[in-house]
């Protein structure tokens, strides 16, 4: 998951391969209700890790449902049977409308029964989120609900401390026309009242957002509630109504999820040695009625197969063929196709999509924005947006998207990378993902591909204990790159060959089946990079590798010619998108020589020293300041010497002294440099 403030997408060209969709946002927080408001425990499996479930299960936890992790990865919710073992709590629930619609709804219904007191609050972005209309209808039960700031919006303060006798002789009235979540937090929760008589809910007005009820209603027939159904007018809840766990239940993949991946798999060419994207974990009989994207993908062209929990998707019409598409019935997903629509051969019509307004942001105003950043003709109403995409190549424009912190916009945007321009997108905020698929960008760029020159290396190179492998790694995390720390592999190898017994002693190198032994080991490493950790074989080996010996084995075998060229390919298969960073002695002169930014990172050696000497001895390890200074000097000596790739700088090299500089400062320097070679210089 990245942590930096915006990601870079290069150009992007093809893409191919098969991706596990992260499981549905909205079942996973009807399911984790459901069962905590169950009799009995209930185990989850494929439940989303997401911003949204972790803020439902701390919820749960802090009202007094236990929680137990199981072996084989299911998650173990153990019901309250619709009881109130916490009478009083603040909860707080970010941005998560699927966890703050269904909480007030049924913590209002079991504070008013049984005398408790809640307060809801969240992000300043939910308190603007209206939730008068579900307000009202709780206000009609006779629930005491309190607007703590607005009426209309959270934060609420449901109950107070004492019980009330519940009003459910007439039907509960309740308008359809802003969210469909109102109608899902009613039905979710009334069964926890519904002992002696019917429940009825009558809808007002025209009931958006449909499919997502229909999930409500399979979900609860699922934990043993019936809901008879009177067209989309009137839903009633039979009296005696009681959850029971069905014991173990699986969360489906994402279907608005899976939009982006079919999106991809329609306006992308097939990568060669693929047959283009394949979806698991959702398919064709999904109860989501985000599904149903698949038939808007079709209309624009796109060739869609599909079982019942798998997807392929190949590109078929192109350009994508404009539609004019009433979304009501797929809300979330519409989104993607007004990117889509960026790829097609005329105006593309979305309407009935009202909705989007009162969601993580005004997401009409936000689509509308940033595709016109695009170079894209958008007309905006209501209801509706109409977007004609930019009418020649030439015409599209690099654009950095602001993201309004709203997943789905990020996400959206995110293909705009395969513009026929060949341009790059920048995505500001992209750890907002982490709402519905934290490892959105991870898993996008495992299934796509571009040209080798378009994915971005900035190559740090510098003497010993310059600071390089520091603020490479600091550089890589800002940027959301991939790190390569060459220095550790020269060490790995070290230690790789004192475990199988081979000497890096100087004068063995020399011996022509020795080095040919060693360079057949460099070539066999397994090495990962974590931020600043190197794992080998799966083990964390960060410590063993910055001892003082295993420096000075990294550099005696660095100057056998079989062990450079054993690792040359392994280091150039760290060049993967979105970028890479690379540290090392040689990385711009030898490794990438057409790497985008070079820069040559140097200190004096007795500030180099001092700088070795307090990393030693805060890690225990004793040190003597005079012989690290010998040390680094005669290892300087070395690499100039070097007849294989000695250390110097490249010609286009920027030299950075940071002997008087912190790494802050360091890494801000990079940083502007930078920023001053991308497409977005003045953003």
């Not at 069962?35 to 007094?64: P, Q």
């Not at 196709?337 to 790829?343: E, G, N």
């Not at 909705?355 to 509706?384: C, H, N, P």
């Not at 060459?486 to 060959?497: E, F, I, K, N, Q």
Request: hydrophobic share 45%; glycine share 8%.
């Amino acid at each position: 998951m990245f942590a930096i403030p915006h990601l870079d997408i290069p150009p992007l060209a093809s893409a191919g391969g098969t991706i596990r969709l992260p499981g549905s946002k909205s079942i996973s927080n009807r399911v984790l209700l459901l069962a905590a408001l169950s009799v009995g425990h209930t185990d989850i499996t494929d439940l989303l890790d997401s911003d949204d479930t972790r803020v439902m299960l701390k919820a749960l936890a802090e009202l007094g449902c236990r929680i137990e992790p199981q072996a084989d990865g299911a998650l173990r919710i153990h019901g309250v049977g619709g009881a109130l073992p916490v009478q009083r709590a603040k909860l707080f629930l970010g941005n998560a409308g699927t966890a703050m619609r269904p909480l007030t709804a049924s913590l209002a219904l079991l504070a008013t029964r049984h005398g408790g007191e809640f307060e809801l609050s969240g992000i300043p972005r939910m308190h603007e989120r209206p939730i008068g209309d579900l307000v009202d209808a709780l206000r009609q039960l006779g629930c005491p609900v309190t607007c703590l700031a607005n009426e209309g919006y959270p934060p609420l303060r449901l109950g107070d401390g004492q019980p009330h006798a519940l009003q459910l002789e007439q039907p509960i009235r309740v308008r359809g026309d802003v969210s469909s979540q109102f109608l899902t937090a009613l039905l979710l929760a009334l069964p926890l009242v519904a002992q002696e008589s019917d429940v009825a809910i009558e809808v007002v007005g025209e009931l958006i957002s449909r499919p997502y009820i229909e999930i409500t209603l399979n979900l609860l027939e699922r934990f043993g509630v019936n809901v008879r159904r009177d067209g989309w007018e009137r839903f009633t809840i039979s009296a005696g109504s009681r959850y029971a766990s069905p014991g173990r239940i699986a969360v489906e993949g994402d279907a608005s999820s899976a939009s982006y991946f079919i999106a991809l798999g329609a306006l992308a060419p097939a990568t060669p040695g693929t047959d283009g994207i394949t979806i698991e974990g959702v398919g064709l009989s999904s109860i989501q009625g985000d599904i149903r994207f698949v038939e808007a993908a079709r209309l624009m062209g796109a060739n869609i197969a599909g079982e019942a929990n798998r997807l392929h998707i190949r590109r078929g019409t192109w350009p994508l063929k404009a539609i004019d598409l009433d979304c009501n019935h797929i809300p979330d997903a519409a989104m993607t196709l007004a990117v889509m629509a960026l790829y097609a051969d005329g105006t593309t019509t979305l309407s009935n999509i009202a909705s989007w307004r009162v969601k993580e942001t005004d997401r009409i105003a936000a689509m509308a924005t940033e595709a016109r950043k695009l170079g894209a003709s958008v007309e905006e109403g209501a209801d509706y947006i109409r977007i004609t995409p930019p009418a020649r190549p030439q015409d599209w424009r690099a654009a950095s998207i602001h993201t309004y912190d709203d997943h789905r916009v990020a996400m959206c945007f995110s293909l705009a990378a395969f513009n026929p321009a060949h341009l790059p997108v920048r995505i500001e905020d992209p750890k907002c993902v982490a709402k519905t698929f934290p490892d959105y960008f991870e898993t996008l760029f495992q299934v796509c591909a571009t040209p080798i020159e378009n994915i971005p290396v900035i190559c740090v190179d510098g003497p010993t204990a310059s600071g390089k492998g520091t603020l490479s790694a600091e550089v890589a995390e800002q940027l959301g790159y991939h790190l390569l720390d060459s220095g550790v592999l020269y060490r790995l190898v070290g230690l790789a060959a004192e475990q199988a017994g081979l000497s890096t002693a100087e004068p063995d190198l020399k011996d022509p089946a020795h080095a040919r032994r060693l360079g057949e080991l460099a070539a066999g490493l397994r090495v990962r990079f974590e931020g600043q950790k190197t794992l080998f074989e799966g083990r964390d080996v960060t410590d063993d590798l910055r001892t003082e010996s295993a420096g000075m084995a990294a550099s005696r075998v660095s100057s056998v010619a079989e062990v450079r060229q054993a690792l040359l390919g392994l280091q150039h298969a760290f060049r993967q998108l979105p970028g890479l960073v690379a540290d090392g002695r040689d990385m711009g002169t030898v490794i990438f020589p057409d790497a985008r930014m070079k820069v040559f990172l140097t200190a004096s050696a007795e500030q180099r020293a001092v700088r070795r000497h307090k990393q030693l001895i805060s890690k225990g390890i004793a040190a003597n300041i005079d012989g690290l200074l010998a040390d680094l000097k005669a290892r300087d000596l070395r690499d100039i010497s070097r007849t294989h790739a000695p250390l110097k700088a490249a010609e286009d090299a920027l030299q950075l002294d940071n002997s008087g500089m912190d790494i802050e400062q360091s890494v801000q320097q990079v940083l502007d440099w930078w920023q001053g070679r991308t497409a977005f210089s003045g953003s």
